[in-house]
């Protein structure tokens, strides 16, 4: 089957907003193996501010993952922040992009996240076995690339630009709403 993306398609920022936004189990029928290896780290963590950017266009906090096989460098799982949305207080950027990806050896992936993880998701990235973390944003937050890298794993930063405007511009809007997704209703309550 010919695939939309090949070897010949320019990587722009249209091709990664449709791989961002199509579901990952039907990458395969828009993209080849020789355009995926194609990729870059940097197109990775576009793909992850892209997600948060459509968390935060659905009124949601704007943090987006992406987990790659660390030797094809297929997409086997991405997702963005649904606290807001689906009223769920863990489905952060990493831990959705775990669930797309199931029960698959984490150790054998690279996990791409817009923003430095929360201590929840650097003790799930920990308990799963990730070998490599690539954070797109130390501006906003940070603190667990240490923790992380203490537990054995390799952590890069890789600030994306547009991802560290877009979580500052968030986090002035809305700034409970960034209180309850980093420390609960309690908090946001405590403070007002």
Known sequence: MDTLLNTNTPITEAVLAAIAHMPTKSLSVLMDEAFTKRLSDRDFMRIAVLLAQKSY?????????VIIDRHTRQIVGKGHNT?????????HGE????????????SKTVMFTSL???DVCAAL?????FSRVVVGDVTNACGNEAV???????????????????YARYRAERPEQDLEDWLGLAAVKLRG
């Open 125 to 129: 990235i920990h308990m799963r076995g």
């Open 83 to 91: 606290l807001v949305q689906e009223s769920h207080p863990y489905n």
């Open 148 to 166: 992380l890298q203490e537990k054995g794993m390799q952590v890069d930063v890789l600030e994306d630009h547009a991802g560290v405007e877009l």
């Open 95 to 106: 831990t959705s992009a775990m669930r797309d990806a199931g029960r698959i050896d984490f």
């Open 57 to 65: 266009d659905e009124g949601g906090c704007p943090i987006g993952a």
């Open 116 to 118: 430095s993880p929360c």
